[in-house]
T-cell receptor, first 116, second 116 residues
Framework: QQQVKQSPQSLIVQKGGISIINCAYE??????FPWYQQFPGKGPALLIA?????SEKKEGRFTISFNKSAKQFSLHIMDSQPGDSATYFC???????????????FGKGTKLTVNP | DGGITQSPKYLFRKEGQNVTLSCEQN?????MYWYRQDPGQGLRLIYY???????QKGDIAEGYSVSREKKESFPLTVTSAQKNPTAFYLC???????????????FGPGTRLTVL
């Protein structure tokens, strides 16, 4: 049972373009929505995260947009660069305050390729 | 430098053998996690531990075992009962659940296990 659906599976963007990756979730008890970036052969690293009390968070060229009513959140990469080529994972979590164990549930990932 | 180390980076195993993957962290984190990553499958949780001498099964615990005798160490044993063990294994850690904040999970560099 997949609790987080991520799309697309792969994405090719030209340098300078905008990359958009989407995730949809089912459990309304989720309270934390991070995005992780993973380069080949390496472990994932936290890129940016948002809580459901805000609709948007921006850090440099990376922005999370959050739509609580639609149960969707997305990652936007502005001015995409070849160095952004990596696999991106969205994730969600139920906090321990709501009876959860703070485990992360991951989407299946999006492989982004930014062409020069 | 603080961080998570995993060893070995590459591991080869013959069918029918048990093998243990090492994970050590010096971040003083209470919680530790093991994930399995297969192409196109995202990260799936095998086991997690929120405190020393205690651990819980994740979504795909069958054929795996763990121990948590020390705060900084969380070794994973892949037993001969695991039918398809070839995968990339990732260890992660985070501060104690329930302490609030974004409770970021930090990942190690991974161990690639291949069954011959």
């Amino acid at each position: 049972q997949q609790q987080v659906k991520q799309s697309p599976q792969s994405l090719i963007v030209q340098k300078g373009g905008i990359s958009i990756i989407n995730c949809a979730y089912e459990n309304t008890a989720f309270d934390y929505f991070p995005w992780y970036q993973q380069f080949p052969g390496k472990g994932p690293a936290l890129l940016i995260a948002i809580r459901p009390d805000v609709s948007e968070k921006k850090e440099g060229r990376f922005t999370i947009s959050f739509n609580k009513s639609a149960k969707q959140f997305s990652l936007h990469i502005m001015d995409s660069q070849p160095g952004d080529s990596a696999t991106y994972f969205c994730a969600t979590r139920t906090s321990s305050y709501q009876g959860g164990s703070e485990k992360l549930v991951f989407g299946k990932g999006t492989k982004l390729t930014v062409n020069p | 430098d603080g961080g998570i180390t995993q060893s070995p980076k590459y591991l080869f195993r013959k069918e029918g053998q048990n093998v243990t993957l090492s994970c050590e962290q010096n971040l003083n984190h209470d919680a530790m996690y093991w994930y399995r990553q297969d192409p196109g499958q995202g990260l799936r949780l095998i086991y997690y531990s929120q405190i020393v001498n205690d651990f819980q099964k994740g979504d795909i615990a069958e054929g795996y075992s763990v121990s948590r005798e020390k705060k900084e160490s969380f070794p994973l044993t892949v037993t001969s009962a695991q039918k398809n063990p070839t995968a990339f294994y990732l260890c992660a850690s985070s501060i104690a659940p329930g302490t609030g904040g974004r409770n970021e999970q930090f990942f190690g560099p991974g161990t690639r296990l291949t069954v011959l």
